[in-house]
Structure formats: structure tokens, C-alpha cells
């Protein structure tokens, strides 16, 4: 293969044209060779499709390991590879402008304003999460791949598969499998989604995945749950927002979210979600600068065997007035903290609304926080400081209760046979089979403020 | 492809071949398509070895995550033959001899080949000439190659059988010099070799530069400044507020004989949170260097209790010693040492230096032993460079803690030796007196760390007189 050839075969292509793997043909993508010829194809068939799959991170990162090969012809290091990606997809956010695409509407010179929204359709790029074994072009029916054998290929490396040879089939299959939502597909990502860290069932990481992927019980990913108290020893719950698709408008615990790729422990995830969740759901937590928000000290372990106590209110004497307590729980034998791990039931709504149910497997640390004296003593003060995470719909309501009171009404619903349109699985399993941490933490944050009443 | 029939084993591919089979080298790298055909016939290897006394075998099998990732690509539908990892795994476990392979050299497929062997000088000479190892570095291409001839074949949407090897015919074409240059990069101990494995060796989880997790790598793999790994630092000091420190072994080819921290140690690749590694590595250095943690057993060395950031801006030590009320004797407290000026968890991001040492070999290419039965190294060290990022931890050992405790670990070989220090006599060492005997992570802690030091012994002499 060379630029002149594969440029015919674009010419001539009618209907569809699929790129996996962009590295090998870059420097086309970059020098506005394609650009051109994708739109000259959009302008005389506003039907034409091209699907283009890119490189992951992770993919680029151990591509550039056989950098020290001492053969570094057509070898990159990764910072070379990854400036490469980020000026394809538009920098680290991926803005259609800066991307492959905004070089395309920059060859559709006529001034039709709804280009922009329709080469998004026609043209689709995602990132390829899966381990990538090939190079492949297809064109029509046309098939050529070039193997991945050391770091990046090149054009040449591209071999023309007749549709006659058994590996024709193979490499069909394999397309139609990528490009399908229900199989391959889920593991494709937009530029812009978040990825999570998967778990295999022995909980060793095994790679970066979409959120779409784990809709699977063969495998896990990991989150933090957090537990938010006032000084009344009353828990804080949240509503999921009627945006959200996962779990809508179903009541939770007050916090809790997966733990970010680069979270070394998931204390910092706890500290993390407590500030997007509750405090903050706007800001990002690296921008989190504002004094009168406090900050939160993690006291280590919460085990009633090893840390009595008695005079656990002055402990905290020190503390500024707008800082928050963060605790750890462990197990009742006291030795190790409270992880759970489950099979969890979602509950999800496609874009017509229509609800399903599936499986995910979660392995969750618990984090206890006790809130500010002040802070959501009352119903009035708890909806004053929600308003914002309220307003923007990152969740619908919040309400606090006693263990006791919502112990109870997640029995009566029970009861009534309308707990699962009401509550999460994980918040009707807290309250099964964590009730005693709920009730003892609950108890010792009022038995150790009760004297500020 | 579904329904497609298997119709020749590997050894039939190269058998039949225009060249016959091969007299000086046999490579295979990813051995998941073959695998059956391999495993059930350890006779055929033994026989190549036999018939060819040149013939050098060696084998490269795929690592834990690539099984994982290629069992995400089965579909039900499309791909013939359930490739579960359950099943990648046990072929696997089968190769290396168990998940864990514990006696590296000889278990699994490497035992059932010398067991063909008639005696002694034979199983020692195909030992040699057999050599299994661990790919981890992304398996893309599976790859046959005896003496000049290649074979090749990727995997689909399920994996490849012996049939779907497609022979490159002509050496001139671009293939067939990836793939060569491909493995001489990969059986190079100093460039691709660094990233193979052997049964059994230990991984660590390889972050970049921005700290992301990208992959699992063995320990020979990060003495690059090109990205990083996660460690904990344990600094342990009794009630008297004395640091505890240890000589590292004799007989470790990476700073030996040099005195360092207290305890510290890779992140697992299962440990959830640093504190968890943290907790792990002080029973496992100290008390019991052979036993798994989760076994530990809690009555004889007391619990490790998390007592959570120590930040005396926040948490005053007159409260703080009301919450150390409750541990009994044989307790341990641990906290987390946080950043004297910004309060967030104190995290060390560093280049560190390490003196390696290189072991002498014989002319035969074996390790040369003292009368012990120890290593001996070679006089000349170099200086190589590996990143970390560590979180550090500061303990309290329980009442009347002393170094003897530790013999278990130095009888096991995993330090040499312990001592107890006042902060100010380390700080004077360390800095003034005798810097050569420290490693470079020790230097950097009396330098820089020092404020920590000072204040945390103090506390405790605060806390406990």
C-alpha cells in the first residue's frame, strides 16, 4: 500500500470507510491529505460514513516501550505518541474545532452552518480500548491490515486481503464485533467519557475501560461509599437525579462514585466525592480553594474495640469550625476495613426511558464523615448548603433521618413491595447487613457532641 | 469464524515445512493458540532437543492481563471457542505449574519435558536449553519461528488456530524484518528482556509520568526515569520516640548492605489503599517475612491501628493522646504523615539513586557461590536511577519494643541487621558523618523530611513520658 493507491481507493469508495488504528497513517491525518479527501467524499455523498478508532492511552504508552530497541527507526516515545493523539483528537478535551474533524470543515468552504452538527455523524471517532492486535483499513468491502509488531507501522506495512481468503471472514467478524454497541462496541470510548480501572474477579487490575463495559458480572471496578452524619447522629441521603440513566431519581446513600485512575487510595477518593457530590458539584477537586469550605481530617480506623474514646469530643477541639471528621470503619473482629464486594442491581433508562435491569460488580470501601457543627444540624441548614448540587441536577433531593426512620421506611416499602422503585440495591444492602454500623456510628457521634446541645 | 476445524499441531506446521525442523533455534512466542498441542506433548520438545544438541527452545507465554484482555473479545456468537480467562488461566497455571509456580526452574511444562530425559546430564543440558519466560509487554502477534523460517497469526474475535499461522514466504518483505528485529529486541536481557518474566517473579503495576496506571511489569523493568512505581515509607519509632532502621541483605544486588528506613515496599497489585501495603509490610518485614498477611496471626503481634492523618495543626497532641488510650500493650498505632504546610497527605515524588551490584559468573553462565552456598558479587557498582512516588506512614511500636524482635527477619535473609536511633544522632550521620552508608532515600529523608522527624519523635516522647 502507498498514499497514492489507498488515496484512489477513498476516491472511489461509496459507501463506508472504517480506520482501526490511526498511528500507521498519521502523518495523513496531520499534513490535511485526508482532511481533503474525507470532505470532497462529504460534499459528493452526504451519506458517506467514516468510523475512525484510535489508539488508547494505555495502547500508546506500551507501544512506546519498544523504544529502547536500540532500532528506533520508526520508534516514538510516548510524550512524541501522545502529542500526536491529542493533536488528532483536539487536545486532552477533545474540541471537535482543534481535531481531525475541524480540518475537515475547514476544506468545506461553502458557508452551510450545519455541517458541523452533521460531520459528527458522518464521521464518528473513538478511542479503541481493547488490546489492538492490527491495523486495519476497510473501504466498501475492502479489506487491508498491517500487523502490530514492534511500536508503530507504516503505510507499507498495510497487505490486501482477498475476499476469498479464510482471514477475509476473520477480519470481518472482528469489524462487526468492534463496531457493535451490544458486543465489542461497549468497550469503545468518546474522547470525552470517563474510564475506570477494571478489576478481574481475583481483584487484580487488568486494564482501563469505559463505563459502558462493566455492565458484567465477569469482572469488577471499584468505588467508594460514603456514609455523611450531622452532629444529631442523622444520616444524609440523596435522590438520583431524572437526568441520570443509571439508578434514576432513586434515594442513596449521600456520596459515593468509582475511584479515578490516578487515586492511589481510596481515601482520596472519599475526600474527592465529597466535595464534587455534596459541597461543591460543579468544581473540579483540584480547584478547590475555598477556605470557608473547611477541610476534611481522616481520623484513621473507626473500631469501637481499639479506640474508645471517651473523650473523643475534644479530639476534635482543634478542628476548625468548618472541618469535616473522616473515618474508615472496620469489621466488627476490629482488625480490617469494612470492603465490600457484590453483585449490584442498576437500573437503567435508554434514551426512550425505558427501564432495564443489570448486573454490575462493585468492590466498595466505606468512608463515615461527620459533618460541621452547624453545617446540617437542622433540615434548613442541611438544604441551604445542597442548593447548588440541587440546582444544577447532579442530584434531585436530599433528606436526613435517623437510622431508625430509615431503617423503617425501607422496610414498610419492603413490605408495600416498592423498596426497588424507591431505593438503590446498595442502600437496601447497607441497611441489611451494615445496620449495626449505622446504628453504632450513629450512636457515638451523639453520645460525642451531645453536650453542644 | 465459527465452526472451523483444527487439522495439524504446531509441530506438524514446522515438520512439514519446505526446511524441516529446526537445528539451532526454536522461538514461540504466545503459545495460547497451541497451547493444548504443546501441553500434551512434552515429548515432542524433548525430542527436538534431543535429535538437535544445538537446538536452543524457548518459549513466550502470555501474562495474566493479556489473557484477561483477550477473553473480553469472546462473543458467543462470532468467536468458535469460549476463550474465558478462567480457561487462559488454567492453561496457563498448566504451562508454569501452578498460579503461583513456586519452584520456578522446574514445574509445570519444563518438568514434564526433563522427565523424558534419560539422566542427570541430560535434564541439565535441556534445562539449559529450554527456556520459558513470561511476555509483558503487549502480546500483538503470535509468532513460530524455527532457525529462518516465520510463521504468524493474531488474534480475532477468539484465537487463531495452528491453521490460521501464515508462513512468510520471502524474507525481503517489511514482515519479516519487523518480526526479527522484533525478537532480538524482546531476547535482549538489556533492552525487551527487561520486560520479560519468570514464573513466579514478582510485578508491579508501572505508572507514567502523570501518574496514570498503564500495565504490569517486573521489577527489572523500572530502572528508567521514563515513568514511575508506588511505594510505601515506614518510619518506625518506639515510645521512646528512637527511629528504627535496617541494613538491607548482603546479598541483594540493589543498595546492599545499606542502611535504610524502618520498613517500605511496593504497592500489590491488589492493595486497595497505600495504607493497607503500609500495614502489610510491617508484619510481613518484620515479624513474619514468609507469611501471607491475611493469615498473620493477630494474638501474638497486636493489631495496627489506623489513627488517620497526623497533622498537629488539626488534631493536638493533648487530644491526640486521649485517642491512643485505647490500644493495648502489644498494640501498634499507625498515621499518615501529612504536609507541614498545605495539611494534604504527604507524598514523596522522587528520582532515586540506587548503587547496584553485579553477581560474578562463571565461564558457563552460572552465578559463582562462596562456600555457603551466597552469590558472590563483582568489586565495580553502578549508579542507576528508578522513580517512585511513596506515601509515608509514621508507626509506634508497643511497649518495650525492641530490635530483638526483629531476629526472625534477619535470620530469614530479609535485612541483615536493625538498630533503634535518636533523631538528632541519625540526622548528624546521615548528614555529616557517615553518608555512604545510607541509601539515597534515607539521605533524602534527613534532609528534607527532617521537620517530620524531629516533630513525630517528639510528639511521642510528649505522649508517652
Sequence with gaps: ?453 | MKGKVRTMTYFDLIKNSKKGLPKETLIIVGVNPIINDLIRAPQVIANLLRVEPNLKITIIYENETENFNQSLFYDKMLSREKTEFDRLQTYRNRLIGGKKARNKHSSGFIEDVLKECSDEADRIDFKRRLILLQNNLRHNINIIKADEQIWYSFNGVDLPTIDDYQEIELKELPIYKQIVNYLDFLLNPSSGGIYLSSPGDELIQLYDRMDYPRGIYPRKAFYSTEYQRYSVWSLIFNRSGEILLHKRSDYTADNRSLWDKSSGGHIDLRDSSTIITAKRELVEELFLPEAEFTKYMKAEIGDIIDFGEWNIEKRQEKYLKGELDGLDDIDWAVFRATDAETGDPLTIKRKSERIMHFKDMNSDGTVKKDEKGNPIFKEETEKWKTRFISDVFLFIAPEGFSKEQMLLAEQKGAASQHRFMSVSELIQDVIYDNPQVYTDDMVYICNELKWLLVQFSEFIRFIFE
Aim: hydrophobic share 35%.
Design chain 1, 1 to 453: 500500500m502507498d498514499i497514492n493507491s489507498l488515496s484512489r481507493f477513498i476516491q472511489e469508495a461509496k459507501e463506508k470507510i472504517i480506520f482501526l488504528g490511526i498511528f500507521p497513517l498519521i502523518s495523513y491525518f496531520e499534513n490535511g491529505k485526508f482532511a481533503k479527501l474525507f470532505a470532497d467524499k462529504l460534499r459528493e455523498n452526504p451519506s458517506f460514513k467514516i468510523d475512525i478508532l484510535y489508539e488508547s492511552g494505555t495502547e500508546v504508552f506500551n507501544q512506546s516501550l519498544f523504544i529502547n530497541s536500540g532500532n528506533n527507526e520508526d520508534l516514538y516515545s510516548f510524550n512524541v505518541l501522545k502529542f500526536h493523539k491529542n493533536y488528532f483528537v483536539g487536545g486532552e478535551y477533545g474540541k471537535t474545532k482543534s481535531s481531525f474533524l475541524g480540518d475537515i470543515l475547514r476544506n468545506i468552504d461553502d458557508d452551510n452552518i450545519n455541517w458541523i452538527n452533521k460531520i459528527e455523524k458522518n464521521i464518528r471517532l473513538f478511542q479503541f480500548n481493547l488490546r489492538q492486535s492490527i491495523n486495519i483499513i476497510k473501504i466498501d468491502s475492502k479489506i487491508w491490515y498491517a500487523p502490530i509488531v514492534m511500536g508503530t507501522s507504516k503505510i507499507t506495512s498495510y497487505i490486501s486481503v482477498d475476499s476469498k481468503e479464510p482471514l477475509y471472514n476473520e477480519l470481518v467478524d472482528y469489524l462487526i464485533f468492534v463496531m457493535d454497541k451490544e458486543k465489542g462496541g461497549k468497550f469503545l470510548s468518546r474522547h470525552d467519557e470517563e474510564m475506570i480501572e477494571i478489576y478481574d474477579l481475583d481483584d487484580y487490575p487488568r486494564g482501563i475501560y469505559p463505563r459502558d463495559a462493566f455492565l458484567s458480572t465477569d469482572y469488577q471496578r471499584y468505588s467508594i461509599w460514603g456514609l455523611v452524619f450531622n452532629r444529631n447522629g442523622e444520616l444524609l441521603l440523596h435522590q438520583r437525579s431524572k437526568n441520570t440513566k443509571d439508578n434514576r431519581l432513586l434515594w442513596d446513600k449521600s456520596t459515593g462514585g468509582h475511584v479515578d485512575l490516578r487515586e492511589i487510595s481510596t481515601s482520596l477518593t472519599a475526600k474527592r466525592e465529597l466535595i464534587e457530590e455534596l459541597l461543591l458539584p460543579e468544581a473540579e477537586y483540584t480547584n478547590y480553594v475555598r477556605p470557608d469550605l473547611g477541610d476534611i481530617i481522616d481520623f484513621g480506623d473507626w473500631s469501637i474495640e481499639k479506640r474508645i474514646e471517651r473523650n473523643f469530643r475534644l479530639s476534635t477541639d482543634s478542628l476548625s469550625d468548618t472541618d469535616w471528621i473522616m473515618f474508615r470503619p472496620t469489621e466488627k473482629n476490629g482488625f480490617l476495613p469494612v470492603r465490600v464486594k457484590r453483585v449490584s442491581q442498576r437500573q437503567l433508562y435508554n434514551k426512550d426511558s425505558v427501564m432495564s435491569v443489570h448486573e454490575t460488580r462493585f468492590i466498595s470501601d466505606i468512608y463515615l464523615y461527620i459533618a460541621p457543627e452547624g453545617f446540617m444540624d437542622t433540615y434548613e441548614q442541611m438544604k441551604d448548603k445542597v442548593k447548588a448540587a440541587e440546582k444544577t441536577g447532579a442530584a434531585e433531593d436530599h433528606k436526613l433521618l435517623s437510622i431508625r426512620d430509615l431503617c423503617n421506611w425501607i422496610n414498610h416499602e419492603k413490605r408495600e413491595g416498592r423498596a426497588k422503585t424507591l431505593f438503590t440495591d446498595d442502600l437496601i444492602y447497607i441497611c441489611n447487613e451494615y445496620h449495626w454500623l449505622l446504628e453504632e456510628f450513629a450512636e457515638f457521634v451523639k453520645l460525642a457532641f451531645k453536650n453542644e446541645k
